[in-house]
């Protein structure tokens, strides 16, 4: 079946003409359509129909790159010309996208063919997609359970091969973690690898983009497409991009894996421990070597994080203010009634309290005490990183402290917030990280986190890709 082809193999399938793009293209479209996940917000059928048969047309002449007519999901973050782009948000549900992200620009070049855009968490805040305005996500292992957040659209559709890969974003762990409950392979690039022009912002000094797929080597594949500066983005690197695919087969021989004693304290479910370790194991039967580190400021991640994400949210949103940007709410009584109402109405209840949490925190008198303090802890967490990989060559560890959990079970913010435990040093360090299939627990997915240090991202290729050699996590599938 088209279907269960990774990306290397549709390539090859498009090439020899065993099918065309439009053939794939409406195949997904019909998986999409009879698919119950909600992983989607808007399906654009007609668009891809026409990129599909002008991607076959291209494919006909010669002159097609090796992406042509791959089909792939975009998240509803990222700015679409012409297509609706909502952020999971009531607050953009009419907002129709006058220009292209950067993203969409470059994946657009390549003519694939987008099939539409994946269901979020609002604003991309969430752990667990059950935050966005168009309702939760299913996990498509166990439809009981969240897919992760707040990538989850990308991965269910990734993981119930109704998209062959998807895009996702993460600023504190939204492409690792939906990829570690859905099963499948996300990489988080190194801050200022992809373009974040035209990707709506959550908080600026941690989001980026990354590619959501069944495997390492689709990842590099994808992640060729993606990389590169862009003057519209000023923190986005002038750094030459390699050929990610190049060095997947290097041999992990004498490779130096680092295990974080804090990543296995207390708190991490012991069937994700005996997966974890048993991935690590297999690393160690390959030959590479590893050893305890510290990384003795991680505790204090998730506190330093709920300061700057908010803080930066609070300022990233406050646009939206029913005149210049966003919903705008009926018959408002005068100005301030139109503010008031106009977020009130369009803001869900997480992204009013990040919201109502970074005002308080950058008000006068406050600043010092919490931004500024956790913009320092945000240096002693990069610091221990940068002691680590003076001794290791990667970093190993859980992505999430559990697997998937029930739908409507995780009520309270906080305990929600803790979820992100192992994802979130990787962005204030600004670091890559990945999140591979390697194994399960009680029937459910669980992911490594595999993190290298600034701009490693071919390592942290290489070293998932002959992990994948080895296993087949990442080809057990929920559907046939
Ligand atoms: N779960 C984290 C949050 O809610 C991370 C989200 C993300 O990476 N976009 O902020």
């Avoid at 909502?86 to 549900?93: F, V």
């Avoid at 990489?187 to 990354?210: E, F």
């Avoid at 008198?365 to 002691?387: C, M, P, W």
């Amino acid at each position: 079946m088209m279907h269960n082809l990774t990306i290397a193999e549709q390539i090859k399938g498009l090439k020899n003409r065993d099918f065309s793009s439009l053939e794939l293209t409406q195949h997904y479209l019909n998986r999409i359509d009879d698919s119950k996940l909600n992983a989607f917000i808007s399906v654009t059928s007609e668009q891809a129909i026409t990129q599909a048969k002008l991607a076959d047309s291209i494919l006909a002449k010669g002159n097609a790159t090796s992406l042509t007519g791959i089909p792939y999901a975009h998240k509803d973050i990222f700015c679409t010309k012409g297509v609706k782009t909502s952020a999971g948000s009531k607050m953009l549900d009419s907002f129709i996208s006058p220009y292209d992200a950067t993203l969409s620009e470059k994946l657009n070049s390549q003519n694939m063919v987008m099939l539409g855009k994946t269901n979020m968490d609002e604003f991309a805040m969430g752990s667990s997609n059950e935050n966005s305005y168009y309702g939760p996500v299913k996990n498509p292992w166990d439809t009981k359970k969240v897919p992760g957040g707040s990538s989850g659209g990308s991965a269910a559709a990734v993981a119930s091969h109704i998209s062959p890969f998807a895009t996702g974003t993460d600023t504190g762990g939204s492409i690792r973690q939906p990829a570690s409950l859905c099963g499948i392979t996300g990489l988080k690039p190194t801050y200022g690898r992809i373009s974040r022009y035209g990707m709506i912002a959550y908080a600026s000094s941690l989001d980026q983009a990354g590619p959501m797929t069944r495997t390492a080597e689709d990842s590099a594949i994808i992640l060729n497409a993606m990389a590169g500066f862009d003057t519209k983005d000023s923190t986005s690197a002038n750094k030459l991009v390699p050929d990610y695919t190049k060095n997947l087969s290097k041999s992990l021989k004498g490779l130096k894996i680092g295990l974080p004693k804090e990543y296995f304290s207390e708190g991490l479910d012991k069937g994700v421990e005996k997966v974890v370790m048993k991935a690590i194991n297999d690393y160690e039967s390959m030959g590479a070597e590893i050893i305890e580190v510290s990384l003795p400021n991680s505790i204090h991640a998730i506190p330093a994080y709920y300061i700057v994400a908010p803080c930066e949210c609070s300022s990233n949103l406050s646009r939206f203010d029913g005149v210049r940007y966003g919903y705008r709410c009926d018959d408002p009584k005068d100005l301030n009634d139109l503010y008031l109402r106009s977020r009130s109405e369009g803001f869900g209840d997480e992204v009013k309290r990040r919201i109502m949490i970074g005002a308080y925190a950058l008000s006068a008198g406050y600043y010092d005490a919490y931004y500024l303090k956790a913009q320092k802890v945000r240096q002693l967490i990069s610091e221990d990183f940068k002691k680590v990989f003076k001794e290791v060559d990667v970093v190993m560890g859980p992505v999430s402290p559990t697997a998937a959990f029930d739908l409507g079970s995780v009520k309270d913010p906080v305990s929600m917030y803790l979820a992100d435990i192992y994802t979130l040093s990787v962005n204030l360090a600004g670091l890559p990280g990945m999140s591979i299939p390697a194994g399960f627990s009680d029937n459910l997915p669980v992911g490594l986190q595999l993190i290298g240090d600034h701009w490693s991202e071919e390592l942290l290729l290489n070293t998932a890709h002959q992990f994948q050699l080895k296993t087949d996590w990442h080809h057990l599938s929920p559907v046939d």
